[in-house]
């Protein structure tokens, strides 16, 4: 079965930093893709950062740009979201999401591309 775990969500103030974590298991074949996407109270969910785990290219949303870093751990098949200079607008529930085949590069934020998504882990960030 497969399952991804978030974990590292927090409150944190302005300007602060946060780090999340997903650990992805049970996939027969390692997932080509693994991201993070994040959805606040209202609005649609949106992309913020996805690597290519084969090949180690990485995408963001410009809002994150310079600011989020997503990194894997491939022997334990784990993605990594290394936020820094958080702003109250990143605040939103924050969901680790995978895919096993390839996509187009420019496809990589669509939440439809996706198969296979965590439960979510909550990000406040407070003025």
């Known amino acids: 079965q497969v399952q991804l775990v978030e974990s590292g969500g927090d409150s944190v103030q302005a300007g602060g930093s946060l780090k999340l974590s997903c650990a992805a298991s049970g996939f027969v074949i390692n997932p080509k893709y693994l991201g993070w996407f994040r959805q606040a109270p209202g609005k649609e969910r949106e992309g913020v950062a996805v690597?290519?785990?084969?090949?180690?290219?990485?995408y963001y949303a410009d809002s994150v740009k310079g600011r989020f870093t997503i990194s894997q751990d491939s022997a334990a098949n784990t993605v990594y979201l290394q936020m820094d200079s958080l702003k109250p607008e990143d605040t939103a529930m924050y969901y680790c999401?995978?895919?096993?085949?390839?996509?187009?590069?420019?496809?990589?934020?669509?939440?439809?591309?996706?198969?296979?998504w965590g439960q979510g882990t909550q990000v406040t960030v407070s003025s």
């Open positions: 999401a995978a895919r096993g085949g390839l996509i187009l590069d420019r496809r990589w934020m669509y939440s439809n591309e996706y198969p296979y």
């Open positions: 690597i290519n785990t084969g090949g180690g290219s990485t």
